[in-house]
């Protein structure tokens, strides 16, 4: 069932001086195996918001309702939710405390009060899904590079067998070559286990070529909402607010103004030589 994020609101320092509008009736609907790219700068809201998503804050009003069940009911299970609605964060030493990866891996499954046996099948093939090699599993996860740490916070959350992956800016701090691997694991996990993703970026570019639907964030609403080809269209409005579109969008736009006959709606450079190609009469 979907996540339904219900007129939310957020303020924080609420009736003092220090008071902030987070978030501001905020109504969305996560399909089951949907890959959302959730963009937006600095300050947007997008960090408050997905921290409602798994109960780590509690709304000033409105609700969030995880398969049919509003997460602020007295008795609802946060614990359950959490490990149903994964979240990794941006910095992954965040999340990296054990003295190992494999360790460190089984921290989560531990919890849930599993086997031993079924605790470390998980951590293995949460590692292995994550790609990495036998190894580094008795290293210290502190000796990893900044694509190895990514990893493997994404294997300790994997291991908890979520419905919902949430995951803060992965490629912050990463080379280009270290980002496209983080964003093409993700885009195969999604292919392969049909979980529901969302993808916390402020960069068009990283979610371009991966995500079905970009929710764009502004002081705390909800800007745009649809497929990338839709959002993308609004390329003045993004920069207007500190965004852009991919690079792509503006050489279409800018072939389109020098009268070549180009669709301006290509969001990925394969998608952009097809329509280059197509009215070359190739």
């Known amino acids: 069932m979907p996540i339904i994020v219900d007129h939310l609101n957020c303020i924080y320092e609420a009736g003092t001086a220090m008071e902030v509008v987070a978030l501001s009736d905020i109504n969305l609907v996560i399909p089951d195996g949907q890959f959302i790219g959730l963009i937006g700068h600095t300050g947007s809201g997008k960090s408050s918001l997905i921290q409602h998503l798994n109960g780590l ?73 994550v790609g990495m090699d036998d190894e580094y599993f008795y290293q210290s996860p502190f000796d990893l590079s900044g694509g190895q740490k990514r990893r493997v916070a994404i294997a300790g959350v994997l291991a908890m067998e979520p419905e919902v992956l949430i995951l803060d800016e992965p490629t912050a701090g990463l080379d280009p070559k270290g980002r496209d691997e983080i964003l093409g694991l993700i885009k195969k996990l999604q292919a392969e286990t049909g979980m529901t993703i969302i993808l916390v970026s402020h960069s068009m570019e990283d979610v371009a070529n991966y995500v079905d639907r970009i929710i764009v964030m502004n002081g705390g609403s909800v800007m745009l909402d649809g497929v990338p080809k839709d959002v993308f269209a609004h390329y003045k409005e993004l920069e207007e607010v500190g965004l852009a579109a991919p690079a792509v969008t503006y050489i279409m736009q800018q072939m389109k103004e020098q009268g070549f006959d180009v669709g301006t709606d290509a969001t990925t450079i394969a998608e952009a030589r097809d329509e280059i190609l197509r009215a070359l009469g190739r």
């Open 57 to 129: 804050i509690k709304a000033s009003s409105g609700t969030v309702y995880f398969n049919g069940e509003d997460i602020y009911d007295e008795d609802y299970d946060l614990k359950k939710l959490r490990s149903k609605v994964g979240l990794v964060f941006q910095y992954p030493e965040h999340q990296l405390f054990e003295v190992d990866v494999f360790s460190d891996v089984c921290y989560g499954p531990k919890n849930l009060g599993l086997s031993k046996k079924d605790v470390e099948l998980r951590a293995y093939k949460a590692l292995k899904m």
